[in-house]
Nanobody, 130 residues
Framework: QLVLVESGGGLVQSGGSLRLSCEAS????????LGWFRQAPGKEREGVSCISRDGNITDYGDSVKGRFIISRDNAKNTFYLQMNSLKPEDTAVYYC???????????????????????WGQGTQVTISS
């Protein structure tokens, strides 16, 4: 069974930090570009960050630039989203995903949901209190 499992969500105060993890089971993350997305109630799914297969390229949504950091550890088959200076507007369900287009290009990185993102986690709730 090919799955992604997120962890690390929770409730923190504004200005705090959280680190989300996403572990793959049944396939090797090292072949894929990876991404984090989020969806708040009543809103469309939003791209948060992506990282290329080779790890050299990262990109971020405008609302999180300078606050969030994406990273990957292929040896652990896991990738991460370090979230700092959290704001109430960061409250959402966060999803991790794997993009098959990373197999075609080591530098591919797309912070847009859909397209080549074929594996998705079940989501983890992040709630920021003011």
């Amino acid at each position: 069974q090919l799955v992604l499992v997120e962890s690390g969500g929770g409730l923190v105060q504004s200005g705090g930090s959280l680190r989300l993890s996403c572990e793959a089971s049944g396939f090797t993350l090292g072949y894929y570009a990876l991404g984090w997305f989020r969806q708040a109630p009543g809103k469309e799914r939003e791209g948060v960050s992506c990282i290329s297969r080779d790890g050299n390229i990262t990109d971020y949504g405008d609302s999180v630039k300078g606050r969030f950091i994406i990273s990957r550890d292929n040896a652990k088959n896991t990738f991460y989203l370090q979230m700092n200076s959290l704001k109430p507007e960061d409250t959402a369900v966060y999803y991790c995903a794997a993009d098959w287009r990373g197999r075609l290009s080591g530098s591919h990185c797309a912070v847009v949901p859909g397209g080549g993102y074929e594996y998705w986690g079940q989501g983890t709730q992040v709630t920021i209190s003011s």
